[in-house]
């Protein structure tokens, strides 16, 4: 009986993962490779522009030092400001509230595709995680 148990078991286990890796809406397992987490922030070099994809009042609540806001609710009034602080050599690193937040990946890839801007990453941590 035990016996019988543990196979059906394993057999329900292994349709659950089958299914599970053919789900299109099954959550993702690790990064994707434009995000990065905190342990890696120091890959990308010095010559790094921290974006800040939250509102401007969480903006002035607090924020990653040096980092400039650019949010999708003012992204066309405060792009004059990003581009004032960016440089062609500069990667941009985006970040929102926490990794769950979806602000950074729609500002990266504006930055991306309306600004021509290649070297554009996501930190999937929580921006309070960044020490710089």
Not at 57 to 70: P, Q, S
Not at 81 to 97: K, Q, R
Request: glycine share 6%; aromatic share 10%.
């Amino acid at each position: 009986m035990l016996k019988k148990f543990i196979i059906m078991a394993a057999v329900s286990a292994c349709a659950a993962f089958g299914n599970f890796m053919i789900n299109p809406n099954a959550p993702r397992i690790g990064l994707l490779e434009d995000e990065i987490e905190a342990t890696q922030i120091q890959s990308l070099g010095k010559n790094l522009l921290a974006v800040d994809a939250r509102s401007p009042a969480e903006f002035e609540k607090g924020h990653v030092e040096g980092a400039v806001n650019l949010s999708e609710a003012s992204f066309d009034s405060q792009l004059g400001g990003f581009l004032d602080a960016w440089t062609p050599d500069m990667a941009v690193l985006v970040y929102c509230s926490s990794s769950g937040c979806n602000s950074s990946r729609h500002i990266a890839d504006r930055l991306r595709n309306e600004c021509g801007i290649e070297n554009v990453y996501i930190f999937k941590d929580d921006w309070t995680k960044w020490k710089r």
